[in-house]
C-alpha cells in the first residue's frame, strides 16, 4: 500500500489534499496539520516522513508582505523547512512533490514562463520559495518534483474571489487593479493535479523536476473579478478597474504572472483546464459562501 503524508493539511490546498485522497484505502494517508508538525524543526520532519512513499508539501508561509519585515522567518518555513523534508525523503527513497510559486519570476516578460525561464524574484517571499526550490534540486535530483502554482482560490482561507463575493454584498462598486496578468487557479484543481502527478512519479512516468501547476489562459484581477460577477449573475459594469499604485503594499508584484504547461504532456498528464472554465465549476463548489446580493 502507497503511503502518503500532506503537509499543511489545514491550509486551502491542504484541506483540498485530503478531499482528493479521501477515497484511497484507509491508513494510507497521514495528514499533518500546522499543530501535528513543525516542518521546521528537523527531527520531527525525519520523523514524520519515516514510513512514507511520498510527501505532499502544501505548508508554507503564505503572507506575502509580512515577509518583507521578516524574511528570515519566511525563508525558515519556505526554504530551510523543505531542505529538511527534502533530506528527510532522501534518506527513505520517499518523493516528494512541493508547492512553490510563480512569485520565483521577476514578471518583466511578454510571454509565459517556461519550467526552465531564468528565475528572479522581486520580493522576500519569491526569495524563500526560490530557496525552497533550490533544496529540492539539490538534495532529490532523481525523486524531487517542484510544482509552481499562483493566484489560488478556493473554498478554505480567505482568497482574492472569496473577497470579491463578499464585497459584492457590501459595496455598489469595488475597484480591481487591471496591470498584473496571471492565471487564476482552483486549489482543488491544483491538489487533483499533485495527486496525479505523484502517483505518475512513482509509476515512473513523471521525470523530477520543474512543473508549472496553474490554470491555462490569462486575465487580470480585473477580468478576474468581472468574471465572478458575471458568473453570479451580476453586473461587472460594477467592478472598476485600476493600477497598482492605487493599492501600495510592502512587497512588489511581478506584472507578469503568466506560466507555461511543457512538462504535463511528458509526464502522460492532460494540460491544464481554462481558468474561466474552473472558474465556473469553483462557484458552483463554493455554494452559497458569501452569496451576494445586488446592494
Not at 269 to 283: G, N, Q, Y
Request: glycine letters at 10%.
Amino acid at each position: 500500500m502507497t503511503r502518503l503524508l500532506v503537509t499543511g493539511a489545514g491550509g486551502m490546498l491542504g484541506r483540498d489534499l485530503l478531499a482528493v485522497l479521501r477515497d484511497r484505502p484507509a491508513g494510507s494517508v497521514t495528514a499533518a496539520r500546522r499543530a501535528d508538525l513543525d516542518v521546521t524543526d528537523a527531527q520531527a520532519v525525519r520523523d514524520a516522513v519515516a514510513g512514507h512513499d511520498v510527501v505532499l508539501n502544501a505548508a508554507g508561509w503564505t503572507d506575502v508582505d509580512a515577509a518583507e519585515n521578516r524574511e528570515r522567518d519566511a525563508t525558515a518555513v519556505n526554504g530551510a523547512a523543505v531542505a529538511h523534508l527534502a533530506r528527510a525523503c532522501a534518506a527513505t527513497g520517499a518523493r516528494l512533490v512541493h508547492v512553490s510559486t510563480d512569485y520565483v519570476f521577476s514578471g518583466d516578460a511578454a510571454e509565459p514562463y517556461p519550467e526552465d525561464a531564468p528565475t528572479g524574484p522581486v520580493n522576500a517571499y519569491g526569495r524563500g520559495k526560490l530557496a525552497g526550490e533550490r533544496a529540492v534540486a539539490r538534495l532529490l535530483p532523481e525523486s524531487g518534483y517542484v510544482v509552481r502554482s499562483a493566484w489560488l482560490y478556493g473554498a478554505h482561507g480567505r482568497n482574492f474571489v472569496t473577497t470579491v463575493l463578499r464585497l459584492a454584498g457590501e459595496r455598489d462598486r469595488i475597484d480591481v487593479v487591471d496591470d498584473q496578468r496571471g492565471q487564476p487557479t482552483w486549489s482543488r484543481r491544483l491538489a487533483g493535479r499533485l495527486v496525479a502527478l505523484a502517483d505518475a512519479a512513482l509509476a515512473g512516468e513523471a521525470a523530477p523536476g520543474v512543473y508549472h501547476g496553474t490554470a491555462s489562459g490569462e486575465t487580470t484581477w480585473y477580468g478576474l473579478a468581472r468574471a465572478v460577477f458575471t458568473l453570479r449573475g451580476l453586473d461587472p459594469d460594477r467592478v472598476r478597474p485600476t493600477t497598482s499604485d492605487r493599492f501600495p503594499r510592502p512587497a512588489p508584484r511581478p506584472r507578469y504572472s503568466v506560466l507555461a504547461h511543457g512538462r504535463w504532456a511528458a509526464a502522460k498528464l492532460p494540460p491544464p483546464a481554462h481558468w474561466h472554465a474552473d472558474l465556473t465549476e469553483a462557484l458552483t463548489d463554493l455554494g452559497d459562501r458569501s452569496a451576494p446580493t445586488t446592494p
